[in-house]
């Protein structure tokens, strides 16, 4: 199986910062990467999938990059309701979850 | 609008199986739709199964989880099961169907509530 990680596991942010999450396959998947975002006791909620393309009703400073083995979800301007756990996701082979990066507040 | 209802709480000794049932309304059953599961334990991360095909029936497992899980379905009331066998205290977790478009690069759109199985020994 194709093995995720993410990093980091964990960052404190402020409002209004640009945060950054990195996450890596083990072999190459193309642009077969989504990223979710869940809220404690909360379903997981799409944000972005293709590795970049936008899921309709995701706020715009969500964005998503990266092909091959590496990728990158930036929000431009973290607001308060964007603390939450964020994953990524393989869909190339299997449907393989990170391991997760919590955003919490600084 | 697309729902997915799952199964009550589940309370199980360490060694029995359990089976969780997952019912979706709001669109055709056996179209092209997968049904997978994953699961979540207090704290971590979310972990895949493996996914489901209501239509031909066909799965396929987490290498994590084969040998234990069975994943099936019943057409007749658009119902997905999984039951995962051979329980450990590990396995206490909160357990989710999801709904996720089939083939490759394909994405989970729509979640159940979730099904909390706890283990005891």
């Known amino acids: 199986d194709i093995q995720m990680t993410q990093s980091p596991s964990s960052l404190s942010a402020s409002v209004g910062d640009r945060v950054t999450i990195t996450c890596r396959a083990s072999q190459s998947i193309s642009t077969y990467l989504n990223w979710y975002q869940q809220k404690p006791g909360k379903a997981p909620k799409l944000l972005i999938y293709a590795a970049s393309s936008l899921q309709s009703g995701v706020p715009s400073r969500f964005s998503g990059s990266g092909s091959g083995t590496d990728f990158t979800l930036t929000i431009s301007s973290l607001q308060p309701e964007d603390f939450a756990t964020y994953y990524c996701?393989?869909?190339?082979?299997?449907?393989?979850f990170g391991p997760g990066t919590k955003v919490d507040i600084k | 609008q697309v729902q997915l209802v799952q199964s009550g709480a589940e309370v199980k000794k360490a060694g029995a199986s359990v089976k969780v049932s997952c019912k979706a309304s709001?669109?055709?059953?056996?179209?092209?739709?997968?049904i997978n599961w994953v699961r979540q334990a207090t704290g971590q991360g979310l972990e895949w199964m493996g996914w489901m095909n209501p239509n031909s029936g066909d799965a396929g497992y987490a290498e994590s989880f084969q040998g234990r899980v069975t994943m099936t379905r019943d057409t007749s009331i658009s119902t997905a099961y999984m039951e995962l066998s051979s329980l450990r205290s590990e396995d206490t977790a909160v357990y989710y169907c999801a709904r996720g478009p089939q083939g490759t690069g394909a994405t989970i759109d729509y979640w159940g509530q979730g099904t909390l199985v706890t283990v005891s020994s």
């Open positions: 709001g669109y055709t059953f056996t179209s092209t739709y997968d």
């Open positions: 996701q393989q869909s190339y082979t299997t449907r393989a």
